[in-house]
C-alpha cells in the first residue's frame, strides 16, 4: 500500500513537473524569438520610419539597402536618390534627389508625403518661410530626440548657438509653381 502511494505521489510530481518545464521552456522559446526580431530590426533614434538625421548609418542600411556609394562622410543610397552626409556616424544630413527617380518633380504635398518617414516621430513645425532668390521652401521643425542624438558627438555642436533640436526640412525647386526637385533635412533654423 506505501509503495502505490509512493508510486502515485511520484507520476504526480513527474506530471507536474513536466507540464511546468513544457510551459518554462515554451516561455523561453518565446523569448528567444522576441529577442532575435529585435535584433535584427535597427530602431531609429529619432523615431523616425525610415531615418533621419541624429540617427546611425545602420537605420539607412537598414532601410535603403546597400549603400550605391560610400565616401569618407557622404553615402548614397537607390542610385543616388537618397544621399547622406555622417558625422561620427550619425547622419547630419538627408538629401532626396526626386530628380534621379521616375518622377523628378513633386508637388509639396508630395514632397511632405513622401519624406514623412523621414521626420522624426517628436518633430513640431514651429515655422515655415519662402527664399524666393534660391527657389526654395524652408520648414522649421522642432524634436528633442534630434537633440538627444546629437548630443552624442564629441566635437560638434550642429545647432550652434540655436535651440537644439531645431532642424529644417528644405524644398528645392520652384515653390511658386509648386514643382520640387530635390529635398534637404539639415540641423539649425537656417539654410
Known amino acids: 500500500m ?3 502511494k509512493w508510486l502515485t505521489f511520484g507520476l504526480s510530481a513527474l506530471v507536474l513537473l513536466t507540464a511546468c518545464g513544457d510551459n518554462s521552456s515554451e516561455e523561453t522559446a518565446a523569448e528567444e524569438r522576441e529577442s532575435e526580431e529585435t535584433s535584427s530590426f535597427q530602431v531609429s ?5 525610415t531615418g533621419s538625421i541624429g540617427d546611425g548609418k545602420e537605420v539607412f542600411d537598414e532601410n535603403y539597402g546597400e549603400p550605391t556609394q560610400e565616401g569618407d562622410t557622404l553615402t548614397s543610397y537607390q542610385d543616388d536618390y537618397i544621399l547622406v552626409s555622417f558625422l ?7 538629401t532626396a534627389q526626386f530628380e534621379m527617380t521616375d ?3 513633386r508637388t509639396e504635398s508630395e514632397v511632405l508625403e513622401e519624406l514623412s518617414g523621414m521626420i522624426p516621430e517628436d518633430a513640431v513645425k514651429v515655422d515655415a518661410y519662402e527664399e524666393p532668390d534660391y527657389f526654395r521652401k524652408v520648414l522649421v521643425y522642432q524634436s528633442d530626440l534630434v537633440a538627444d542624438s546629437f548630443e552624442k558627438l564629441e566635437d560638434y555642436d550642429p545647432f550652434r548657438e540655436e535651440e537644439a533640436g531645431t532642424f529644417i526640412l528644405i524644398l528645392e525647386g520652384e515653390p511658386e509653381d509648386d514643382s520640387y526637385f530635390g529635398a534637404l533635412i539639415a540641423p539649425g533654423h537656417h539654410p
Open 2 to 4: 506505501m509503495k502505490k
Open 45 to 49: 533614434e529619432t523615431g523616425s520610419e
Open 103 to 105: 518622377e523628378p518633380r
Open 88 to 94: 561620427e556616424g550619425i547622419a547630419n544630413s538627408v
